[in-house]
């Protein structure tokens, strides 16, 4: 079975414009995650959406960035105003319901921002 | 608050050399552990994860994982590295019963053939 997927694998873009980062999860999988990994670092977490509920977005680092599910499948991640500390890979990941269960990563969209 | 340290950057052996990656974490309780392997241009891969029970963990590719508590540490170890070994490894606890990873900065293994 597939994946999960990312789209695009690569964007570069200007400082000061908008991005948007798609993820399509696992099918089945009602849970999916967001994360940052920046050159060096770990990665951090930005983002949890599990089914219907509210999403977690305590891990966001201003009010530039934000997320969307649409029911269990595509999430899009948007950067507004881009700026040059937000380059960074980001990553997907989606899990079944149980926070036990194994996250399983997409291969990341690496964002640089000039 | 939880925190995860793998203190080698980076580590370089031979290939056929026993291996030993050190994974350190700060928790109160009993947590879950995982180490995930990074390749070049690839996504993250579960090497093995542990909840609770035996302390010696079997994963994929020959790795496998000690918990030990008094130590807090977690290391994964492969007795005999292959050059397609080379990448980079991460560590990452959470709590249990959460979804919250969190990750150590990664150790970036280089192999020599």
Known sequence: GAGVSQSPSNKVTEKGKDVELRCDPISGHTALYWYRQRLGQGLEFLIYFQGNSAPDKSGLPSDRFSAERTGESVSTLTIQRTQQEDSAVYLCASSTREPTDTQYFGPGTRLTVL | AQSVTQPDIHITVSEG???ELRCNYSYGATPYLFWYVQSPGQGL???????????????????EAEFKRSQSSFNLRKPSVHWSDAAEYFCAVATSGTYKYIFGTGTRLKVLA
């Open chain 2, 17 to 19: 050399a026993s291996l």
């Open chain 2, 45 to 63: 891969q579960l090497l093995l994860k542990y909840f609770s029970g035996d302390t010696l963990v079997q994963g994929i590719k020959g790795f």
